[in-house]
């Protein structure tokens, strides 16, 4: 069963600065790595994803992927209130049917005005 | 905007109740998913299902049973609740694909006395 750990588990920042979410998974097979983003009293929505070693940037937002240690990590540019959210790690195991994601515990950030 | 909707959102039932939660979507998703989220463990995958008439068990599958009847309906049963299942329940729809994109529902909210 694959195994999804996320640091730190609460993180406040000051508006503008840079965030970084780590996660670490167990499964070398796993495909695409996700993070979604969960404000209070809603789901979470789907924000960015990877699948090669690597980097992939979309707007403030910058994933790094490395397989051989099993870790991927998102960071958060200049850092905004309406970011403050919880953010999970999840990976992606496909097959011919469909993906099942398994999620890491989350981290609750904080971006103080 | 992919649409998923639960019910009920909110659900007070006593030990030993029959507790039925309904998801809707209207993405023409073949995949659904019931995952539920406590403090600590993030969300876990109880059930899934990869088409009409068809369930899979999840990670945690013991205490509930799933129902598939048609493309846009997905249901989790809980057919003896216990308190151990008081938590909050999502329901989510994956694209045909398995990229690992997920659209959640709002939540339901469950209290077992």
């Known amino acids: 069963q694959e195994k999804v750990q996320q640091s730190p588990e609460s993180l406040i920042v000051p508006e503008g600065a840079m965030v970084s979410l780590n996660c670490s998974f167990s499964?070398?097979?796993?495909?695409s790595i996700w993070w979604y983003q969960q404000h209070p009293g809603k789901g979470p929505k789907a924000l960015i994803?990877?699948?090669?070693?690597g980097n992939k940037k979309e707007g403030r937002l910058t994933v790094y992927l490395n397989r051989a240690s099993l870790h991927v990590s998102l960071h958060i540019k200049d850092s905004q209130p309406s970011d403050s959210a919880v953010y999970l790690c999840?990976?992606?195991?496909?097959?011919?049917?469909?993906?099942?994601?398994?999620f890491g515990g989350g981290t609750r950030l904080t971006v103080r005005p | 905007e992919a649409a998923v909707t639960q019910s009920p959102r909110n659900k007070v039932a006593v030990t030993g109740g029959k507790v039925t939660l309904s998801c809707n979507q209207t993405?023409?998703?073949?995949?659904m998913y019931w995952y539920r989220q406590d403090t600590g463990h993030g969300l876990r995958l109880i059930h899934y299902?990869?088409?009409?008439?068809s369930t899979e068990k999840g990670d945690i599958p013991d205490g509930y049973k799933a129902s598939r009847p048609s493309q846009e309906n997905f249901s989790l049963i809980l057919e003896l609740a216990t308190p151990s299942q008081t938590s909050v329940y999502f329901c989510?729809?994956?694209?045909?694909w398995g990229t690992g994109q997920l659209y959640f529902g709002e939540g339901s909210k469950l209290t077992v006395l």
């Open positions: 299902s990869y088409g009409a008439g």
């Open positions: 999840a990976v992606s195991m496909a097959n011919n049917a469909g993906a099942k994601l398994t």
């Open positions: 499964d070398s097979a796993s495909q």
């Open positions: 993405n023409n998703h073949n995949n």
């Open positions: 989510a729809s994956g694209d045909n």
């Open positions: 994803s990877i699948f090669s070693n």
